[in-house]
């Protein structure tokens, strides 16, 4: 059973960065495609950057693009989000999906069998 793990969130002022990471336990990650998904205060759970099983297709939010880069490091059994210019409305609870194969339906929630706890990012003056 693959269990994701989350980790690197933080507060952060306004123009920082931070990067976030999800490894897993349980099964490797390197067979999975990875989704970010993020929920702010009061908001619906959104996608915000997906990555496919070689790493050589991704995805990103029109609300994130420009500003973050996913990568993945199959070698460690790791994905992550660096995350730059973080801007207040980036706050929020940061979650890592995974998926058994890739779609253009990326951004349905439904469509990923396993999830993590999720990391805090909070990005205040």
């Known amino acids: 059973q693959l269990q994701l793990v989350e980790s690197g969130g933080g507060s952060v002022q306004p123009g920082g960065s931070l990067t976030l990471s999800c490894t897993a336990s349980g099964s490797t990650l390197n067979s999975y495609v990875i989704t970010w998904f993020r929920q702010g205060p009061g908001k619906k759970r959104e996608a915000i950057s997906n990555?496919?099983?070689?790493?050589?297709?991704?995805n990103y939010a029109d609300s994130v693009k420009g500003r973050v880069l996913i990568s993945r490091d199959n070698a460690n059994n790791a994905v992550y989000l660096q995350m730059d210019a973080l801007k207040p409305e980036d706050t929020g609870v940061y979650y890592c999906a995974a998926a058994s194969f890739y779609s253009s339906a990326w951004a349905i929630e439904g469509f990923y069998s396993y999830w993590g706890q999720g990391t805090q990012v909070t990005v205040s003056s």
């Open positions: 990555i496919n099983v070689s790493g050589g297709m991704r």
